[in-house]
């Protein structure tokens, strides 16, 4: 009896290293529903400079970026916004304060023709900006076609942090189906929802007595509370995966020169991959040209951007912004910028971060090179 009583032991104890353990699903086994996100951030740098030096030197740089996206089946709403400010003095007697400031916003609205595909659509779009010592302001509307789509994966993200979180703790002794996974990250996908039927103030039990719904399980006070600080207090940057090409035809309506009613093309792209549950990877890129006189000027503007989660509260951002400028009157100019940057989550809305950039144009002989620590607060 000892003797089968040892094998059987030595048996279940070889199987429970064969057997295969449930994995976390991947971002890809999200199957997107009617949903929304939204980002907004407002960013600062600033230096200051005194001693063995004319006058006392400062930089001061501040940057703002808001983007809400609206997805369902056969709609996709895009609002964008950004904006970038500086103030600065050199250190030499008689240098004067300088400044400047640029804000671009768009909205864009793709209509599918197959609602739920990942096939063609149709999109408008309209843009406004403003920069320091133009003479008008710029605006621009253009309609046109596209094919693919993007998907916001960030609901899953959310989910798999829920669940490892739930696990840890103990609340959940076994990992769920990614039937489960998919249950609980579209419950999380609408917490607008959720605050707006129930308020800002009440939603949270609501929201989360769901997702205890979903997953079949009593999380208990601890298990609740784990959540709550979770999906609340533990900031997730947007995850996305797709691709998608367009291509449009439209009017500068105004322009910065003071010209009004210039036609113009644009041909844009955007890709988008995580590449596991931590690391996302994407690039967007875009070509616009007036069309007007034989004008042969154009802008090329393309942005790729890695950004890993090192840990709960440290995310490292990498990002290269090539920018391409041809007019007639002028020669062309070229502008890359590196820019590697690890942001430490103070609170869940408040970031401290540490930033490497590296800036060449062509009308510059040498590469500039700045180490700067800022705060960034999320705002949304």
Known sequence: ???????????????????????EPSLFDYQEATSSYEDAYVAGNFDIGSGNQDQSSYDLDLFLDYEKVFSSPDRN??????????????????????????LLGSATVDNYFQPGSKGAFWYGKGEVGAKKDQKKAFSKATIGVGYGRVVNVTPMARAIRVIQALRQKGTLQ?????????????IIAKEDQYRSRHGAKN??????????????ATLGAQGVIKSYDVLTQESISTRKHGWLVR????AVLSDYDG???????????????????????????????????DSKSYIFNNELSLTHELTDVIDWENKWLLSYNKFDEADST????????FNYELTNQLDFNITAKLAKTTSQDDIDKRLTMGIQYRLK
């Open 1 to 23: 009896m000892k003797k089968y009583n040892l094998l059987a032991t030595a048996i279940a104890f070889s199987a429970s290293f064969a057997a295969p353990s449930m994995a």
């Open 77 to 102: 709403t895009k609002f964008d916004f950004s904006g970038s400010g500086s103030r600065s003095r050199g250190p030499k007697d008689g240098d004067e304060t300088k400044s400047t400031f640029q």
């Open 174 to 186: 076994s990992d769920p189906v990614n039937s489960t996974y998919q249950a609980v990250a579209e």
């Open 203 to 216: 939603y949270n039990q609501y929201w989360i007595g769901d997702i205890e719904k979903a997953l079949n």
């Open 247 to 250: 291509a449009g035809v439209g």
């Open 259 to 293: 010209e009004t009613s210039k036609p113009a093309v644009e041909v844009g792209a955007e890709y988008h991959l995580p590449l596991s549950n931590q690391t996302q990877l994407s690039n967007e890129a875009i070509f616009t040209t007036t069309l007007k006189d």
């Open 334 to 341: 070229t502008a890359n910028t590196l820019t590697s940057a």
